[in-house]
């Protein structure tokens, strides 16, 4: 890999907050070949994540990956990380989207009041759901890259 390749890569993925897939990562390294940019970007987060001990490189889906902060260091680095942006209840919506998915959006409604149908909207703006309608349902799921943002026990 070149030194190029590795300081945009570097820039990349220390510049969002979300997950970067591979289409992004493509069009950053100006690359056309999906295989090649795989192949860079698979020795560039082993290379990445042998060299770094407080953050990693991880996969949360093929072609999606993301920069995260090791869970044993957050609670000495929390006061400086920036707040999510979601609030404290998005979150949790989220986090019951994630535990009993695929959920209809009349029981979020019902659990969490009509406040659900603006969290639904804004979860749906990020990208963080899917919404499907099923006779005269709305389906949701959480999307495998916003699985990240919830802490699972």
């Known amino acids: 890999m070149t030194t190029e390749y590795q300081a945009l890569l570097d820039a990349l993925f220390f510049s969002v907050n979300k997950p970067v897939n591979l289409d992004q990562i493509m069009k950053t390294?100006?690359?056309?070949?999906?295989?090649?940019?795989?192949?860079?970007?698979?020795?560039?987060?082993?290379?990445?994540?042998d060299f770094h001990n407080g953050v990693k490189i991880i996969?949360?889906?093929?072609?999606?990956?993301?920069?995260?902060?090791?869970?044993?260091?957050v609670d000495r680095i929390k006061s400086y990380i920036?707040?999510?942006?979601?609030?404290?209840?998005?979150?949790?919506?989220?986090?019951?989207?994630l535990k009993h998915q695929p959920v209809e959006q009349n029981e979020l409604s019902r659990?969490?009041?009509?406040?659900?149908?603006?969290?639904i909207k804004k979860l749906g703006k990020m990208g963080m759901i899917t919404k499907k309608?099923?006779?005269?349902?709305?389906?949701?799921?959480?999307?495998e890259e916003a699985k990240y943002l919830i802490k699972t026990n």
């Open 29 to 49: 390294i100006e690359l056309e070949n999906k295989n090649q940019a795989r192949k860079i970007v698979d020795n560039y987060i082993k290379n990445f994540n």
């Open 133 to 143: 309608k099923k006779e005269n349902k709305i389906i949701i799921k959480i999307k």
């Open 59 to 73: 996969s949360v889906k093929k072609g999606n990956y993301v920069l995260f902060i090791e869970s044993k260091y």
């Open 111 to 119: 659990l969490f009041g009509s406040r659900a149908y603006n969290d």
């Open 82 to 97: 920036k707040p999510s942006p979601l609030t404290q209840k998005q979150l949790r919506t989220l986090s019951y989207i």
